[in-house]
């Protein structure tokens, strides 16, 4: 149909005409917007890119002022530091499948066994003196007792065998630590980005992070609470730790001498010239009464009673000399405990010269350029062991370790002997006490174990650590990230127990401790937690309840 009125042509004719018009003036708007005008904004100080210049995914190596594209590395469990006890954790790890990197704040491997070059081990035994000793570390106290693990190349060559095809990166930094967020309110370890000693940042993804330094290198980087120290048992307002012991060596010592002299003498005689003490082919302890006579040259240091090994060929090594309020965490109070021992050393040397038969020609040794730091902070973990725990005997479900030893405080400023606070016979470690409280995928490992300050006297030698961090080790491999530790259940936990007997021979159960404690009351026990209750002193006076007719 033709349309014949000529208004209704004009009023097309007038849509069509506004039409084209409107597309003109949009189409120049347009383009305007779209021209480039460099005088018109200020020249920006960091290049944004093109939506087509950046990548899809990162490349490796690329660096950029706004994203943050180091090189990434992917493992299953990353240990922080190389102390002995952890890395019992990563070969265990490494050996039941899983991908293990170690990385070390410090810029020498091997902590205090290679750099502070404590090289006394002390044993874990029962009150019927049958070795506690497990897992792979009882291969190292076997070569210690019977002589042939006793130098410093024999401990390198022990600890490299260790670590064996597990990468290692020392000195390195941590700058930043990703942390997560989790649905049920934990909190979880994503990544760490850390500096190598090239100064190259790198970072590092895992499915579980490992505390394995001795100033907590990358939990004290957390939301973890610590827990009281032994400041609070001496009454003290400032932070203290145990006292670092500087190691010393000497040579040319005459063991043979020393051992037949000492032991020729009659006990009063050796109790009149040494204060008694103890001397054999290979050991010689205690001693005290001979250490009493030297006077330090300051406040810092002290001589206590020996702990000296025979590490042949007129070598000995000994553990004696004590450097009060060492902070582990600052470089300087490391550097000054160093200088102080050392120097500490070189004036011991005459009186033992002088006081110990067969040492008239001894010499100073290679001395250590690190102290052997016992203790630093203590963190909340999901269990925290007690002294009411040790002297009990108690045994967990979860028992990753079979622990013993005394309740050793080494000497503070406060009190400088140190103090032992009961001797139990044998406890359980439970996995829950190498857990990070509120923390999804932190394990601590060695000295870093979830302990009172009390009861790290005896949790934290090396024996019942190592045997912990073993276990754990195989724990993990064994799940292979299907399953998180915290997960595991009773009857899940037999079984992998059950694993660890028939595999590696560790005993975790069927274990029985004497239990010390029995019969006390409920505020009997609250004292000897907190320390109120010295249990050595206290079971000799105590009076036992009357019993209800």
């Known amino acids: 149909m033709r349309l014949r009125n000529p208004r209704a042509l004009l009023v097309i004719a007038l849509a069509v005409l506004f039409i084209a018009l409107s597309v003109f003036s949009f189409s120049k708007i347009w383009l305007k917007q779209g021209k480039v005008e460099p005088l018109a904004v200020s020249t920006p100080t960091t290049h944004t890119p093109n939506v087509s210049d950046v990548p899809t995914t990162p490349i490796v190596g690329t660096k950029n002022n706004n994203v943050n594209t180091y090189p990434t590395e992917q493992v299953d469990v990353v240990i922080i530091g190389s102390e002995l006890e952890g890395l019992y954790l990563a070969r265990a790890a490494a050996d039941e499948g899983l991908k293990v990197k170690i990385l070390d704040p410090h810029k020498d491997f091997g902590g205090q066994i290679l750099q502070s070059q404590m090289l006394f081990l002390d044993e874990t035994r029962d009150d019927q003196g049958h070795l506690l000793v497990q897992g792979r570390v009882k291969e190292l106290f076997d070569g210690f007792r019977n002589a042939k693990i006793r130098k410093l190349p024999e401990f390198a060559t022990y600890m490299n065998k260790l670590v064996k095809d597990i990468p290692i990166e020392s000195g390195i930094v941590i700058n930043e630590v990703e942390q997560i967020s989790t649905p049920d309110n934990m909190h979880k370890i994503g990544s760490i980005v850390y500096s190598n000693e090239q100064n190259e940042k790198k970072k590092i993804t895992a499915t579980y992070w490992v505390e394995n330094s001795d100033y907590a290198a990358l939990i004290s980087r957390l939301d973890a609470k610590r827990l009281p120290g032994l400041e609070k048992f001496y009454g003290q307002k400032d932070i203290e730790y ?88 600052k470089p300087e109070s490391i550097q000054e405990a160093v200088a102080l021992g050392n120097k500490e050393t070189a004036l011991i040397l005459p009186h033992f010269r002088k006081t110990l038969p067969g040492w008239e020609h001894a010499e100073l040794g290679e001395l250590p350029t690190y102290p052997y730091v016992r203790e630093y902070n203590h963190y909340e973990m999901d269990y925290v062991l007690k002294p009411s725990d040790l002297l009990s005997g108690t045994m967990f479900w979860d028992n990753v370790s079979i622990g013993g030893y005394p309740l050793d405080l080494q000497g503070t400023s406060a009190n400088k002997w140190g103090i032992e606070m009961g001797r139990p016979d044998k406890y359980g470690m439970p996995l829950r006490s190498f857990l990070l409280k509120n923390y999804d995928n932190v394990i601590a490992a060695g000295k870093n174990v979830g302990s009172s300050a009390i009861a790290y006297g005896s949790t934290r030698i090396q024996p019942n650590t190592s045997l912990a961090a073993e276990s754990i080790g195989v724990i993990l491999g064994q799940l292979h990230g299907k399953q998180k530790l915290r997960e595991i259940t009773p009857e899940e936990m037999a079984k992998l127990q059950q694993y660890l007997s028939l595999h590696y021979q560790i005993k975790l159960t069927g274990v029985t401790g004497t239990n010390k404690i029995s019969g006390w009351n409920e505020e009997e026990i609250r004292k000897l937690d907190t320390g109120e209750i010295t249990y050595p002193s206290y079971i000799q006076t105590r009076k036992k309840p009357v019993p209800k007719k």
Do not use: C
Request: avoid cysteine.
């Open 242 to 329: 145990m006292s670092a012991g500087m190691m010393m060596k000497f040579k040319n010592v005459d063991w043979k001498k020393f051992n037949t002299a000492f032991n020729l003498l009659k006990p009063e005689e050796k109790s009149k010239q040494f204060g008694g003490g103890y001397v054999s082919d290979s050991f010689a302890i205690g001693l005290s009464g001979m250490t009493k006579a030297y006077h330090p040259s300051n406040d810092r240091v002290f001589l206590r009673g020996l702990n000296a090994v025979n590490q042949r060929d007129g070598d000995v090594l000994i553990n004696a000399l004590l450097v009060y309020t060492v902070d582990p965490a």
